[in-house]
Protein backbone atom coordinates (compact mmCIF):
# COMPACT_ATOMS: atom_id res chain seq x y z
CA UNK A 1 0.00 0.00 0.00
CA UNK A 2 2.70 2.79 0.64
CA UNK A 3 4.86 1.52 -2.40
CA UNK A 4 1.75 1.95 -4.40
CA UNK A 5 0.72 5.38 -2.25
CA UNK A 6 4.56 6.68 -3.10
CA UNK A 7 4.05 5.74 -7.11
CA UNK A 8 1.16 7.69 -7.31
CA UNK A 9 2.48 10.60 -5.13
CA UNK A 10 5.45 10.80 -7.74
CA UNK A 11 3.65 10.38 -10.97
CA UNK A 12 2.18 13.59 -9.65
CA UNK A 13 4.84 15.54 -8.74
CA UNK A 14 6.22 14.65 -12.44
CA UNK A 15 2.98 15.12 -14.17
CA UNK A 16 2.81 18.50 -12.25
CA UNK A 17 6.93 19.40 -13.34
CA UNK A 18 6.25 18.90 -17.06
CA UNK A 19 2.85 20.78 -16.88
CA UNK A 20 4.89 23.61 -15.05
CA UNK A 21 7.59 23.64 -17.60
CA UNK A 22 5.22 23.30 -20.74
CA UNK A 23 3.16 26.80 -19.18
CA UNK A 24 6.78 28.37 -19.07
CA UNK A 25 7.99 27.54 -22.39
CA UNK A 26 4.51 27.90 -24.26
CA UNK A 27 4.36 31.17 -22.82
CA UNK A 28 7.81 32.43 -24.01
CA UNK A 29 8.02 31.00 -27.03
CA UNK A 30 4.21 30.23 -28.09
CA UNK A 31 2.72 26.87 -29.55
CA UNK A 32 5.42 26.19 -32.14
CA UNK A 33 8.08 27.74 -31.04
CA UNK A 34 8.05 25.64 -27.86
CA UNK A 35 9.88 21.82 -28.63
CA UNK A 36 9.18 18.55 -26.11
CA UNK A 37 12.46 18.00 -25.95
CA UNK A 38 13.10 21.74 -24.16
CA UNK A 39 10.27 20.85 -21.92
CA UNK A 40 11.61 17.54 -20.94
CA UNK A 41 14.47 19.28 -20.37
CA UNK A 42 13.06 21.66 -18.06
CA UNK A 43 11.17 19.48 -15.89
CA UNK A 44 14.24 17.05 -15.66
CA UNK A 45 12.75 14.42 -17.56
CA UNK A 46 13.57 12.36 -20.63
CA UNK A 47 11.73 13.44 -23.80
CA UNK A 48 9.55 9.67 -23.94
CA UNK A 49 8.48 10.88 -20.14
CA UNK A 50 6.40 13.63 -21.38
CA UNK A 51 4.61 11.39 -24.22
CA UNK A 52 4.38 8.61 -21.21
CA UNK A 53 1.78 11.13 -19.79
CA UNK A 54 0.58 12.76 -22.88
CA UNK A 55 -0.18 11.61 -26.36
CA UNK A 56 1.43 14.69 -28.03
CA UNK A 57 2.15 18.17 -27.53
CA UNK A 58 -1.43 19.59 -28.85
CA UNK A 59 -2.33 17.40 -25.80
CA UNK A 60 0.05 18.88 -23.69
CA UNK A 61 -1.12 22.36 -24.58
CA UNK A 62 -4.84 21.87 -23.66
CA UNK A 63 -3.65 20.20 -20.41
CA UNK A 64 -1.58 23.52 -19.69
CA UNK A 65 -4.34 25.31 -20.31
CA UNK A 66 -6.86 23.53 -18.37
CA UNK A 67 -4.44 22.81 -15.21
CA UNK A 68 -3.38 27.01 -14.86
CA UNK A 69 -7.41 27.93 -15.51
CA UNK A 70 -9.02 25.65 -13.23
CA UNK A 71 -6.49 26.87 -10.41
CA UNK A 72 -7.24 30.36 -10.87
CA UNK A 73 -11.42 29.44 -10.47
CA UNK A 74 -10.78 27.76 -7.37
CA UNK A 75 -8.51 31.00 -6.24
CA UNK A 76 -10.89 33.09 -7.82
CA UNK A 77 -14.47 30.99 -6.03
CA UNK A 78 -11.82 31.41 -2.60
CA UNK A 79 -11.60 35.02 -3.39
CA UNK A 80 -14.89 35.80 -3.77
CA UNK A 81 -16.59 34.44 -0.66
CA UNK A 82 -14.10 36.57 1.65
CA UNK A 83 -14.96 39.96 3.03
CA UNK A 84 -18.37 41.35 4.64
CA UNK A 85 -21.13 42.52 2.42
CA UNK A 86 -21.28 42.30 -1.72
CA UNK A 87 -18.81 45.70 -2.03
CA UNK A 88 -15.72 43.84 -0.08
CA UNK A 89 -16.26 40.17 -1.87
CA UNK A 90 -16.57 41.99 -5.26
CA UNK A 91 -12.84 44.04 -4.73
CA UNK A 92 -11.85 40.51 -3.06
CA UNK A 93 -12.99 38.66 -6.33
CA UNK A 94 -11.66 41.33 -9.18
CA UNK A 95 -8.69 42.18 -7.05
CA UNK A 96 -7.73 38.43 -7.56
CA UNK A 97 -8.49 38.05 -11.53
CA UNK A 98 -6.45 41.63 -12.06
CA UNK A 99 -3.40 40.25 -10.30
CA UNK A 100 -3.80 37.12 -12.17
CA UNK A 101 -3.86 38.90 -15.06
CA UNK A 102 -1.06 41.10 -14.68
CA UNK A 103 1.36 38.65 -13.77
CA UNK A 104 0.35 35.82 -16.12
CA UNK A 105 -0.32 38.62 -18.70
CA UNK A 106 2.07 36.51 -21.46
CA UNK A 107 -0.38 32.91 -20.60
CA UNK A 108 -3.60 35.13 -21.06
CA UNK A 109 -1.80 36.56 -24.31
CA UNK A 110 -0.63 33.12 -26.04
CA UNK A 111 -4.68 32.33 -25.22
CA UNK A 112 -5.24 34.83 -27.63
CA UNK A 113 -2.51 34.52 -29.64
CA UNK A 114 -2.70 30.73 -30.04
CA UNK A 115 -5.99 30.62 -30.29
CA UNK A 116 -6.18 28.84 -33.23
CA UNK A 117 -4.89 25.91 -31.83
CA UNK A 118 -7.82 25.39 -30.10
CA UNK A 119 -10.24 22.93 -31.03
CA UNK A 120 -14.17 23.20 -30.64
CA UNK A 121 -13.90 20.76 -27.21
CA UNK A 122 -11.36 22.74 -25.15
CA UNK A 123 -12.98 26.22 -26.51
CA UNK A 124 -16.50 24.92 -24.91
CA UNK A 125 -14.66 23.98 -21.92
CA UNK A 126 -13.06 27.22 -22.05
CA UNK A 127 -16.67 29.04 -22.36
CA UNK A 128 -18.29 27.01 -19.35
CA UNK A 129 -15.34 28.20 -17.22
CA UNK A 130 -16.09 31.75 -18.09
CA UNK A 131 -19.70 30.95 -17.22
CA UNK A 132 -18.71 29.85 -13.96
CA UNK A 133 -16.80 32.98 -13.02
CA UNK A 134 -19.63 34.78 -14.56
CA UNK A 135 -22.30 33.50 -11.93
CA UNK A 136 -19.62 33.65 -9.36
CA UNK A 137 -20.01 37.28 -9.73
CA UNK A 138 -23.04 37.67 -10.60
CA UNK A 139 -23.93 35.44 -7.29
CA UNK A 140 -21.63 38.71 -5.51
CA UNK A 141 -24.75 41.53 -7.07
CA UNK A 142 -27.25 39.45 -6.46
CA UNK A 143 -26.48 39.85 -2.54
CA UNK A 144 -26.67 43.37 -3.61
CA UNK A 145 -29.44 43.63 -4.60
CA UNK A 146 -31.10 41.60 -2.11
CA UNK A 147 -29.70 43.89 0.36
CA UNK A 148 -30.52 46.84 -1.09
CA UNK A 149 -27.74 48.23 -1.99
CA UNK A 150 -28.09 47.70 -5.75
CA UNK A 151 -30.67 48.23 -8.47
CA UNK A 152 -32.75 45.26 -9.29
CA UNK A 153 -31.68 45.40 -12.71
CA UNK A 154 -30.37 41.82 -14.53
CA UNK A 155 -27.63 41.06 -12.32
CA UNK A 156 -25.65 39.01 -15.69
CA UNK A 157 -25.15 42.09 -17.79
CA UNK A 158 -22.72 44.07 -14.92
CA UNK A 159 -20.82 40.86 -13.98
CA UNK A 160 -19.85 40.55 -17.50
CA UNK A 161 -18.90 44.14 -18.05
CA UNK A 162 -17.06 43.69 -14.64
CA UNK A 163 -15.17 40.59 -15.68
CA UNK A 164 -14.33 41.93 -19.65
CA UNK A 165 -13.38 45.38 -18.78
CA UNK A 166 -10.69 43.49 -16.08
CA UNK A 167 -8.72 41.95 -19.13
CA UNK A 168 -7.72 46.03 -19.87
CA UNK A 169 -4.97 44.79 -17.19
CA UNK A 170 -3.40 42.91 -20.53
CA UNK A 171 -3.10 45.85 -22.48
CA UNK A 172 -0.37 48.19 -21.07
CA UNK A 173 -0.12 49.69 -24.35
CA UNK A 174 -3.51 51.68 -23.97
CA UNK A 175 -2.20 53.86 -20.90
CA UNK A 176 -0.17 56.29 -20.50
CA UNK A 177 3.01 54.64 -18.29
CA UNK A 178 2.12 56.94 -15.08
CA UNK A 179 -1.61 55.30 -15.18
CA UNK A 180 -1.23 52.09 -15.87
CA UNK A 181 -1.72 50.38 -12.41
CA UNK A 182 -3.74 46.90 -11.79
CA UNK A 183 -5.17 47.98 -9.10
CA UNK A 184 -5.99 51.34 -10.27
CA UNK A 185 -8.09 49.87 -12.90
CA UNK A 186 -9.82 47.21 -10.71
CA UNK A 187 -11.03 50.20 -8.42
CA UNK A 188 -12.21 52.40 -11.74
CA UNK A 189 -13.71 49.37 -13.67
CA UNK A 190 -15.77 48.51 -10.08
CA UNK A 191 -16.44 52.59 -9.41
CA UNK A 192 -17.53 52.78 -12.93
CA UNK A 193 -19.87 50.02 -13.22
CA UNK A 194 -21.82 50.66 -9.75
CA UNK A 195 -21.76 54.34 -9.79
CA UNK A 196 -20.82 55.45 -14.25
CA UNK A 197 -19.73 58.41 -15.31
CA UNK A 198 -22.46 60.45 -15.33
CA UNK A 199 -21.84 63.56 -12.47
CA UNK A 200 -25.26 63.40 -10.79
CA UNK A 201 -27.33 66.71 -9.96
CA UNK A 202 -27.42 68.29 -6.54
Excluded at 139 to 149: L, M
Excluded at 155 to 163: E, F, H, R, T
Aim: charged share 30%; proline share 2%; with cysteine.
Amino acid sequence: MIKGGTDTCRKKERYESIIMAAGELFTKKGFHGAKVEEIAERAGVGKGTVYEYFKSKKELFYEVIKYFTLKFLEDFKSAAKKGKGYRQRLENALGLLVSYLYESSNFFKLLIKDHWEIDEKLYEWIVNIRKATANIVEDIIKDGISSGELKAEKPVIPALILLESCRLVLFRDLFDENEYSPEGIKSAVIETVLNGIAVKPE
